[in-house]
């Protein structure tokens, strides 16, 4: 079983991850992975998409036959294109209110995970140490706000554990950030021209 430590450690991870790549994004991906699957819902999709794209086919027809001079084909194509209009609408209807239901259940899932289980953590281990600190090597109001708030003194709290990842999660992500940008800038920077002059005349 993961430690204290690395438990901790690895929700601020995923907490950063969601709030980064961004709640919307995580869900539509989760949807249309979920649509990947033999399910009744996927059927439906598959379904829908050909209803569309036969809706756009009738359209097409329409639009390229006159309702002048071929008004029987004409009014055909457009009792076909509304009828196929109407199922599509209403399976559209359906896989909406379906996507609206998952949508909630991958956001509290989300939560539950994330969030809620750093909460809870923090909650149920609120006098348990993370790790102990070396005896006298530190001030004792030091000690003591490193174990604030219920944590034993001369020990770090889940709350302070907490807070030092998150800090420490998002000041790394910067510098590595940073860094990445640095290399691309100069990976793209042009040779000057007399340098490249010198070296064509070696």
Known sequence: MLSLVLTILFVH??????????ATTIDSVVWLLFLKLPT?????????QRLKREVLQLKREMNNTSSQDEFAKWAKLRRRHDKTMEEYEAMNKTLTSQKASFDWTVKTARWLSTNGLKIFLQFWYSRTPVFALPAGWL????????SFPRAPVGSVSIQVWSSVCAATIAVLTEIVGSVLVLVAGRKKEPVPASSAGAKKAQ
């Open 139 to 146: 001030p004792y109001y030091v000690e003591w706000m490193l």
């Open 40 to 48: 009744s819902t996927s059927r439906q999709a598959r379904e829908q």
């Open 13 to 22: 991870i995923a907490i950063y991850l969601v709030n980064t790549i961004g």
